[in-house]
Protein backbone atom coordinates (compact mmCIF):
# COMPACT_ATOMS: atom_id res chain seq x y z
CA UNK A 1 0.00 0.00 0.00
CA UNK A 2 1.72 3.48 -1.09
CA UNK A 3 1.38 6.36 1.16
CA UNK A 4 2.37 9.69 1.10
CA UNK A 5 2.42 12.00 4.32
CA UNK A 6 3.27 15.18 4.32
CA UNK A 7 3.66 17.16 7.44
CA UNK A 8 5.35 20.74 8.41
CA UNK A 9 2.42 22.82 7.38
CA UNK A 10 0.70 25.48 9.18
CA UNK A 11 0.76 29.23 9.43
CA UNK A 12 4.10 31.10 8.55
CA UNK A 13 4.66 34.85 8.54
CA UNK A 14 5.81 36.87 5.28
CA UNK A 15 9.22 36.74 5.31
CA UNK A 16 9.64 33.91 7.81
CA UNK A 17 10.49 30.17 6.70
CA UNK A 18 8.79 26.57 6.71
CA UNK A 19 9.88 23.34 5.56
CA UNK A 20 7.38 20.38 4.59
CA UNK A 21 8.34 17.08 4.51
CA UNK A 22 6.62 13.87 2.89
CA UNK A 23 7.52 10.52 3.89
CA UNK A 24 6.92 7.53 1.26
CA UNK A 25 6.55 3.89 1.74
CA UNK A 26 5.20 1.27 -0.61
CA UNK A 27 7.26 2.26 -3.01
CA UNK A 28 10.75 2.05 -4.36
CA UNK A 29 11.46 5.56 -3.34
CA UNK A 30 14.99 6.01 -5.24
CA UNK A 31 13.59 5.21 -8.32
CA UNK A 32 10.52 7.93 -8.13
CA UNK A 33 10.91 11.11 -9.22
CA UNK A 34 9.30 13.36 -6.65
CA UNK A 35 7.09 16.70 -6.65
CA UNK A 36 5.27 19.04 -4.75
CA UNK A 37 2.34 20.71 -6.21
CA UNK A 38 -0.20 23.43 -4.22
CA UNK A 39 -3.79 24.43 -4.78
CA UNK A 40 -5.18 27.29 -3.42
CA UNK A 41 -8.88 28.31 -3.22
CA UNK A 42 -11.18 28.27 -6.52
CA UNK A 43 -7.70 27.54 -8.40
CA UNK A 44 -6.20 25.00 -9.85
CA UNK A 45 -3.11 22.41 -9.11
CA UNK A 46 -0.10 23.59 -9.93
CA UNK A 47 3.45 22.74 -9.85
CA UNK A 48 5.61 23.91 -7.10
CA UNK A 49 8.98 22.23 -7.66
CA UNK A 50 10.34 18.27 -8.89
CA UNK A 51 13.17 16.50 -7.62
CA UNK A 52 14.06 13.20 -10.25
CA UNK A 53 15.38 10.26 -8.66
CA UNK A 54 18.90 11.42 -10.01
CA UNK A 55 18.74 14.78 -7.98
CA UNK A 56 17.95 17.22 -10.72
CA UNK A 57 15.55 19.67 -9.65
CA UNK A 58 13.18 22.33 -11.34
CA UNK A 59 10.56 24.77 -10.12
CA UNK A 60 7.75 27.15 -10.99
CA UNK A 61 8.87 30.57 -12.09
CA UNK A 62 7.26 31.74 -8.79
CA UNK A 63 9.18 30.12 -6.61
CA UNK A 64 12.62 30.14 -7.67
CA UNK A 65 15.52 31.32 -5.77
CA UNK A 66 12.79 31.12 -2.38
CA UNK A 67 11.93 27.58 -2.18
CA UNK A 68 14.09 24.73 -2.30
CA UNK A 69 13.49 21.17 -2.64
CA UNK A 70 15.50 18.31 -1.73
CA UNK A 71 15.32 14.54 -0.85
CA UNK A 72 16.73 12.09 1.71
CA UNK A 73 16.91 8.85 -0.16
CA UNK A 74 17.64 7.27 3.31
CA UNK A 75 14.46 8.63 4.98
CA UNK A 76 12.42 7.90 1.62
CA UNK A 77 11.45 11.93 2.35
CA UNK A 78 11.15 14.97 0.01
CA UNK A 79 11.59 18.19 1.79
CA UNK A 80 10.63 21.48 0.19
CA UNK A 81 12.06 24.17 2.23
CA UNK A 82 10.02 27.47 1.91
CA UNK A 83 11.56 30.66 2.32
CA UNK A 84 10.39 34.40 2.49
CA UNK A 85 6.85 33.04 1.65
CA UNK A 86 4.03 35.50 1.16
CA UNK A 87 0.69 35.93 1.51
CA UNK A 88 0.19 34.24 -2.48
CA UNK A 89 1.74 30.95 -1.55
CA UNK A 90 -1.21 29.94 0.99
CA UNK A 91 -2.51 26.73 -0.18
CA UNK A 92 -3.01 23.19 0.73
CA UNK A 93 0.14 21.78 -0.76
CA UNK A 94 0.56 18.28 -2.22
CA UNK A 95 3.12 15.54 -2.11
CA UNK A 96 3.47 13.59 -5.66
CA UNK A 97 5.61 10.54 -6.70
CA UNK A 98 6.33 9.25 -10.05
CA UNK A 99 7.65 6.31 -11.68
CA UNK A 100 7.08 5.07 -15.38
CA UNK A 101 3.62 7.07 -16.09
CA UNK A 102 2.30 6.03 -12.48
CA UNK A 103 1.76 8.52 -9.73
CA UNK A 104 0.62 8.95 -6.59
CA UNK A 105 -0.77 11.77 -4.25
CA UNK A 106 -0.24 12.24 -0.55
CA UNK A 107 -3.41 13.88 1.63
CA UNK A 108 -1.89 17.74 1.26
CA UNK A 109 -1.18 19.98 4.25
CA UNK A 110 -2.44 22.92 4.88
CA UNK A 111 0.20 26.40 4.86
CA UNK A 112 -1.30 29.76 5.88
CA UNK A 113 1.28 32.98 4.87
CA UNK A 114 -0.20 35.93 7.05
CA UNK A 115 0.98 38.44 9.45
Known amino acids: QVQLVESGGGLVQPGGSLRLSCAASGIRFTSYAMGWYRQAPGKQRELVAR???????NYADFVKGRFTISRDNAKNTVYLQMNSPNPEDTAVYYC?????????WGQGTQVTVSS
Open 96 to 104: YAEYNMRGY
Open 51 to 57: ITSGGST
